[in-house]
């Protein structure tokens, strides 16, 4: 009996240990957000709401604006999402569906493996490798063609949001396509058995059985994805040519919320300016968090849909 | 119980030396352009005297900051203070060593040597010549096949004490640029692209035909990049190097609190895009800390020079050296 009850006190101080733990994290969440809008204050008394809508980022006339930073951030993150989705989810269904059983394993640790690669790493391949690519032969022939769009407007660079877009594709491939295989493994036998039993062929399994069961978790997996790519710094302050714009071509280069903290955080040598920085950062703050939490809810909400229908 | 006595005595030992060598320890922060040099110097000094100086390179701002907030001994920063700024918080600034900077380009089949005018730099990072057969570029090189290509403007996008020089230098030979940009570690540049670092300017000037940026003196003459011949205010044209570079800071004016601006000086072989790089103390820093630290840069204002050369820095002119170590040791 007594020992039984140390057995049950031990569950207890585990339970609370655990506990313990995890709310630490949560209020280190909570603390650097309470940070980041203490420390933005002088900004936001500065500039109030105008600080979202001005295209201004001065820092020798003092004058700071968040729009052009906003404005990168989305489109780059974006298109990186155009680009990775059909890759992503090709290879998700190939490695669960159609590729021999030796080949699963091996292939998808190694496109795991993608993700640890360091961002540096990427950006200055990106530099040395991929925008003398873009520069030669992908923009001069994109502008060839498709130069009356304005998308493809502009002296080809190499440098620029195509080539950061592409990037940031390439870093948020692993993350979307290996949650999104996981969940297609996750599709219960008895669907796939039953749609192939009724006549399916397997492309019509997979696209009118599996993605729509794992609908709701692969939109998760893209909203992971899109996180990562709002966030993402390093690799992206290579490669997007670092100029504040407004322009909807994908030749002219950018700046992104993430680069320009990155950038200039180390030299600002002056409170408003320090805390312009700061305001950029709770915006992101806030748009990957709530970003997150939506990918979080698609998918706590697709894993119990599974289980009342199972 | 024997144990707890053994701990205690590693603990008494342990702390009777850190006491013992307190005074041997210094901790800078700052600026990220020399800290080559500074770790240079600071690991050859530790080996001759046993003095250890920590040094953190996380940016000028930041050096700013933690010597204002006195969490370390010294801060180092490439953009020097301005007076009301040092009167503020009780700091003492003074250089250590110059650096000047080139300006690279990549113009498909001419090599170094492509004489610019600082007018024309001007004009170029103001967007209002645009391309490189532009008449007044043809002008100053008339045996140059200068192509019809646009002038891509490069730019560092990271704060730097090299765009503060850069852009005083823009400052001093356009009123245009002077009244529209200003100058600072970040300018609201009016055209170009910017790259991160001076590998990242380099890079995307190797890389682009046409391209044209301002890269420090040591990354040009590393990676052998094109630069230019800029025309200094006696009108004459030369190539940065150690010996322009000293010449230009030997002529600078030299006001009590150190701030000094020595881009676009007078004489015959001065380098117009050139500056010094800082040290920050407290002026109530700690008695015996401050002896160290003085000690410290008599070594480095005598020994140092060698380092400096060997890595492209340039030592700064006796008369400097001397003039800031007797405001020093007045602190």
Redesign the interface.
Known sequence: MQKHNIKLNKDHAFRGLTALLSLILLLLSIGILFKLIISSNLSFNAFGFKFLLSK??????KLFGALPFMWGTFFSATLALIFALPISIGIAIFLSELAPIWMRQPVSFIIELLAAIPSVVYGLWG??VL??VM?HWVEPVLAKYLGFLPLFKG?P????MLTGGIIIAIMIIPTISSISREILAAVPENQKEAALAIGMTRWETIWKVMLPYGRSGIVGAILLGYGRALGETMAV??VI???PSLSLSLFA?A?TIA?VI????????YKLY?SSLIELSLILFVITFTLNALARFLLWRMKRFEEVKV | MKRALKLALVIAIVLSFTTAYAAEILNGAGATFPYPLYSKWFYNYEKQTGVKINYQSIGSGGGIQQIEAGTVDFGASDAPLPKEELDKHGLFQFPTVAGSEAIAYNLPGIPTGLKLTPEVIADMYLGKITKWNDQRIKELNPNLNLPDMPVIVVHRSDGSGTTNIFTWFLGDVSSEWKTKVGSGTSVKWPVGIGGKGNEGVAGLVKQTAGAVGYVELAYVIETKMTHALVRNRDGHYLYPSIETTVAAASNANVPPDFYVKFTYSKGKNSYPIAGFTYYIVRKNMDRNKLSTFIKFVEWAYKHGNADAKALDYVPMPDSLKHKALTALKKL
């Open positions: 201004d980022w001065d820092p020798v006339q530099l040395f925008v003398p520069q002296y660079l190499g440098v620029g302050t290579m040519g670092n100029t280069p700046y680069s990155a950038n200039e955080f180390t030299e600002a040598t320090i």
